[in-house]
């Protein structure tokens, strides 16, 4: 009875995680939304009303259909749900529609979709090694993690305020990770080449994926086995300073930071340097998504997710790894202490001085060249730690 209780509690805290978030995403479903919002209509248009040969030439809106054949196919899917909710949504001289059903289906269309990203979390859990693991629930790694990547802060409002579809991209990334950890090669390639169809900006990571299977599934005779987390070091390319700097380019370089924040995750609850690391690159990744969201009524919704989430990423770390050296030196705990001070003037402050009308890039400037800072030392520590530190099939033989 003892074990068919523990079994049962360890797949209800993982359901009551989903419950939470998915109902979080729900009261979300009101927010302000981007014009990714008309964007994603308008593909649902042209896909819906238009044969394949005219999918990628259609310009009635500025909003073009620029990503790969899978997400067209899949907005082509979802098309034939959202007729049965307002069928105005599908007319492609409908610029900038947005009645209560398209609100409605379109929030609804990224919640459901999530169901991936849900699986892929739970995948990439069975993979993490609980020798860690403490007696309370809560400082179990395999929780911890769920939290991190489940409750993620910048999906939250990118996907569930600004508007975009990250959430299953990001599934198929991380079922792709955990196909890798389980030995399972194949199907984590293929995994990833489907998610290049999807998504091309995912073609960063695709490097780092050559070079690992060739290394673990090409070249293995007479040949130790290199281990699954040899893969995502090389992975912070991508989150370099330019993407940061580019402001006018802020998205873009949240793509980017994104991606090497979820392989992080995944990093984060196995060695204390790699969760300085992660908490570094996510705490300044995610502060730099700030500025996509600058209406009013999202300022408290922002400041409040953002500290739930850091404090949670920050004391669940430092107690699991407690018996170590600090997660922050002097000089980290001092950059991301001035998050705050940078936050007040950009949000309380400038808005009532005299440079406001003149000089209104300002506050995007500053906020795009501090997190840049953060994301370039934190890029920096992890070479410096993939360099120095000793190879895994050493460590654990000593």
């Known amino acids: 009875m003892a074990a068919l209780g523990i079994a049962m509690g360890a797949g209800s805290w993982f359901s009551a995680l989903v419950l939470g978030v998915t109902l979080l995403k729900c009261l979300l479903i009101p927010t302000y939304h981007s014009t990714d919002f008309e964007v994603h209509r308008n593909w649902l248009a042209i896909t819906h009303s238009l044969p394949v040969s005219q999918w990628y030439y259609e310009a009635t809106s500025e909003w073009t259909l620029d990503y790969p054949p ?44 999530d169901a991936l990203f849900v699986y892929a979390v739970h995948e990439c859990c069975k993979c993490i090694d609980g020798k860690k693991a403490g007696k309370e629930l809560t400082e179990k790694p395999k929780f911890i993690l769920s939290v991190l990547l489940l409750w993620n802060f910048g999906l939250l409002i990118v996907d569930h305020i600004h508007f975009q579809y990250n959430g299953f991209l990001f599934g198929l990334m991380l079922l792709s990770i955990a196909r890798v950890f389980q030995k399972r090669h194949m199907e984590g390639a293929f995994l990833f080449a489907v998610l290049l169809h999807f998504k091309h900006i995912y073609l960063y990571v695709a490097p780092a994926y050559g070079i ?76 730099s998504l700030f500025p996509l969201l600058f209406t009013a009524p999202e300022l408290p919704i922002k400041i409040l997710l953002m500290l739930l989430f850091t404090i949670y990423s920050i004391s669940s770390l430092k107690t699991l790894f407690r018996k170590e050296k ?17 936050e007040v003037f950009c949000e309380f402050v400038f808005p009532f001085t005299s440079w406001k009308l003149k000089y209104s890039f300002i506050p995007l400037l500053l906020t795009s060249v501090y997190c840049a800072v953060g994301i370039t030392y ?21």
């Not at 997400?71 to 069928?87: G, P, T």
């Not at 281990?227 to 995502?232: C, Q």
């Not at 950059?335 to 705050?340: A, I, S, T």
């Not at 920096?380 to 460590?395: A, E």
Request: charged residues 10%; contains cysteine.
């Open 212 to 287: 690992y299977l060739l290394r673990c599934y090409c070249f293995t005779a007479n040949k130790p086995e290199p281990t699954a987390s040899s893969l995502f070091p090389t992975l912070p390319f991508q989150a370099g300073p330019l993407p940061c700097i580019l402001g006018s380019k802020l998205l873009g370089f949240v793509q980017c930071f994104g991606q090497s924040a979820v392989c992080h995750r995944l990093l984060s609850v196995g060695k204390a340097g790699d969760a300085s690391i992660f908490l570094i690159l996510t705490t300044t990744g995610h502060y």
């Open 326 to 342: 600090p997660l922050f030196n002097w000089m980290e705990t001092f950059y991301l202490l001035g998050l705050g001070p940078l």
């Open 70 to 113: 899978f997400f067209a196919w899949f907005e082509y899917a979802l098309s034939h749900v959202a007729k049965h909710f307002d069928q105005e949504m599908l007319n492609v001289h409908n610029l900038n529609y947005a009645s209560s059903k398209t609100l409605l289906f379109q929030r609804f269309s990224v919640i459901i979709t």
């Open 378 to 398: 934190a890029w920096f520590k992890l070479y410096v730690s993939v360099l120095t530190d000793p190879p895994v099939g050493k460590t654990k033989r000593q």
